[in-house]
């Protein structure tokens, strides 16, 4: 019997959370937060539903993370997010000191932990994120790759 990496328990979760948000035809992202090796927080992405920009899986998660804690600092959480995080979330996860950011699938166009730019890792910042990139990135991308297919079908079936 397969034994399921950690990394890939908690992966499979932000999985969940982005089928979430698929379900409400929002971009399917997802995204949970680990502390002591016990998810205390889970987003998804609803910036339609909520009619908000800052409605991203990775500020959702951070939102009430802080909360359950009861403070802004992060410092011993783990995120695990299927999509990289953008420039805001990336900046969000920084100020909020997230210890460790594992990535299922990157973001060629508009990634912020190493594809545009690293905003996880610059030195200057008084804090810096550990990166794993691809933990089960097969998956997150082809739910991904999937969703756009079927949202390009839908506009040109509207059209016609």
């Not at 019997?1 to 890939?8: F, G, L, P, S």
């Not at 932000?14 to 409400?24: F, R, W």
């Not at 951070?62 to 990336?90: F, H, N």
């Not at 991904?144 to 509207?158: P, W, Y």
Request: charged residues 30%; aromatic residues 6%; hydrophobic residues 35%.
């Amino acid at each position: 019997m397969a034994v399921i990496r950690r990394e890939e328990k908690y992966m499979k979760e932000a999985i969940k959370q982005a089928k979430k948000a698929e379900k409400i035809d929002e971009v399917p992202i997802g995204c949970v937060i680990v502390y002591e090796d016990k998810i205390i927080s889970r987003g998804y992405n609803r910036r339609n539903i909520d009619k908000n920009t800052l409605s991203h899986a990775e500020m959702n998660a951070i939102r009430k993370a802080s909360k359950k804690l009861g403070d802004w600092r992060l410092d011993d959480c783990e995120m695990y997010v299927t999509l990289e995080p953008c420039q805001m979330c990336a900046g969000a996860i920084v100020q909020s000191r997230i210890k460790k950011v594992y990535i299922g699938s990157m973001n060629p166009k508009a990634g912020c932990a190493g594809s545009v730019l690293n905003l996880l890792q610059v030195e200057k910042f008084n804090h810096q994120a550990e990166i794993e990139t691809g933990v089960l990135g097969a998956e997150c991308s082809s739910m991904l790759t999937e969703f756009f297919k079927k949202l390009r079908e839908r506009k040109n079936k509207l059209r016609k």
